[in-house]
């Protein structure tokens, strides 16, 4: 093929593979953000990091999907305007025509394995840390007034009347127990604001008062206050909060294989394992197998010769079908049994495999017979003249 056909065809492809991406995963992120996350997250300025968390799975998981329908879009448009019965008149083979998608969708398999080995589950940490300060209302801005929130498994009990402004609250009350001291406080402010820093949060409290009972001789002492200050586990200015934990979709390649190990001790961590291997290994990888089925299916049952049919519907329909298919089975099936990846396993190689057997038999055209030079006479007719 010459190199400025290549390109011009390597370009189409790419153009299309972008616009269906973003149409792809906007709606997904959005749709996943709305669902998760309350309203209250957008004062508490926590969008933009479950935005950047969540976008790099979306996108990994959505790319093979994006090149599949954009190969099937662009060669149904050539299709139907007769560009390809063109590049088979310049005497070009089918895997010629194939080759600047198939180009594409090779370096396209390269980048879906930088974001799901590497990419994705160094931001995806982001997303469960707002979910985690989602969860335990740790930010400050999220919490409603006339309503009671527990800290530190059940140990702070805090409540606001209201607020005045987003970091200011008007009648505040806490209960908080000291195992340590063996005693329980009760605070009372008429002014609460509430004062970020680089760990945690600082509320400076006006005009209150505190009652301390000790839980071993059930003493109450109570002191008024003009300004007191104390600390809650929210999320400060520097980074979320720490959650203790870490999933297996958060570490990167070589700690996920090396965790192997410790999920085959438990049936249920072993199939959150296989889950998410399948969809590091094997989803990038179907990139390329959309890739050939789109062309397989357009250049096999699509009307080449510019006359419109609904093969190419179908063909763009086909590879987002497969693709669904294909992560539903793999996040219900493998969490049941890890070898139903022998199946899935299978499943790919058989769209690889007949999508390359239809573009085969695209060049594939029969040898002429070979005739001997004596022909037999048939009887009742007469011979040729020597």
């Given at each position: 093929?010459?190199?400025?056909?290549?390109?011009?065809?390597?370009?189409?492809?790419?153009?299309?593979?972008?616009?269906?991406?973003?149409?792809?995963?906007?709606?997904?992120?959005?749709?996943?953000?709305?669902?998760?996350?309350?309203?209250?997250?957008?004062?508490?300025?926590?969008?933009?990091?479950?935005?950047?968390?969540?976008?790099?799975?979306?996108?990994?998981?959505?790319?093979?999907?994006?090149?599949?329908?954009?190969?099937?879009?662009?060669?149904?448009?050539?299709?139907?305007?007769?560009?390809?019965?063109?590049?088979?008149?310049?005497?070009?083979?089918?895997?010629?025509?194939?080759?600047?998608?198939?180009?594409?969708?090779?370096?396209?398999?390269?980048?879906?394995?930088?974001?799901?080995?590497?990419?994705?589950?160094?931001?995806?940490?982001?997303?469960?840390?707002?979910?985690?300060v989602v969860s335990n209302s740790l930010n400050h801005r999220m919490l409603d007034a006339a309503h009671f929130y527990t800290f530190s498994k059940g140990v702070k009990t805090l409540y606001i009347e209201r607020w005045i402004t987003p970091d200011i609250a008007a009648n505040l009350f806490m209960r908080q127990v000291s195992l340590e001291k063996k005693q329980e406080e009760t605070i009372t402010a008429a002014r609460a604001e509430f004062r970020r820093n680089e760990s945690g949060v600082i509320v400076a409290l006006s005009k209150g008062s505190i009652q301390t009972r000790s839980l071993a001789s059930n003493e109450v002492r109570i002191a008024n206050f003009d300004e007191y200050a104390m600390a809650l586990p929210m999320q400060g200015s520097g980074a979320l909060p720490d959650r203790g934990w870490k999933g297996v979709y958060e570490l990167s390649a070589g700690p996920f294989l090396a965790n192997l190990k410790l999920a085959k001790l438990d049936r249920r961590q072993l199939g959150e394992w296989m889950a998410e291997a399948a969809k590091r290994l094997g989803v990038p990888a179907l990139a390329l197998a959309h890739t050939l089925l789109a062309m397989a299916l357009t250049l096999t049952f699509g009307n080449i010769t510019g006359r419109r049919g609904a093969a190419g519907s179908l063909t763009i329909i086909a590879i987002p079908?497969?693709?669904?298919?294909?992560?539903?089975?793999?996040e219900s099936l493998l969490r049941i049994s890890p070898w139903f990846a022998v199946l899935l396993t299978a499943a790919v190689a058989a769209e690889i495999g007949v999508s390359l057997w239809l573009i085969a038999r695209l060049n594939y055209s029969p040898r002429p017979k070979r005739f001997d030079a004596a022909i037999p006479v048939a009887s009742g007719y007469a011979a040729p003249a020597a």
């Open positions: 093929m010459p190199r400025l056909l290549f390109f011009y065809l390597f370009k189409r492809v790419g153009f299309n593979v972008l616009v269906v991406q973003l149409a792809l995963s906007v709606p997904v992120v959005l749709s996943y953000l709305l669902y998760q996350l309350p309203p209250a997250a957008v004062r508490g300025g926590l969008v933009i990091p479950a935005l950047v968390g969540v976008t790099p799975t979306v996108a990994f998981v959505t790319l093979p999907m994006a090149i599949g329908v954009a190969t099937a879009l662009e060669f149904s448009r050539m299709a139907s305007e007769g560009m390809i019965a063109v590049l088979y008149a310049l005497r070009l083979s089918a895997w010629a025509i194939c080759r600047p998608a198939l180009s594409l969708a090779a370096g396209i398999v390269v980048l879906g394995y930088l974001l799901a080995n590497f990419i994705a589950p160094h931001y995806s940490s982001n997303m469960q840390d707002v979910l985690n079908a497969t693709h669904i298919g294909y992560l539903v089975a793999l």
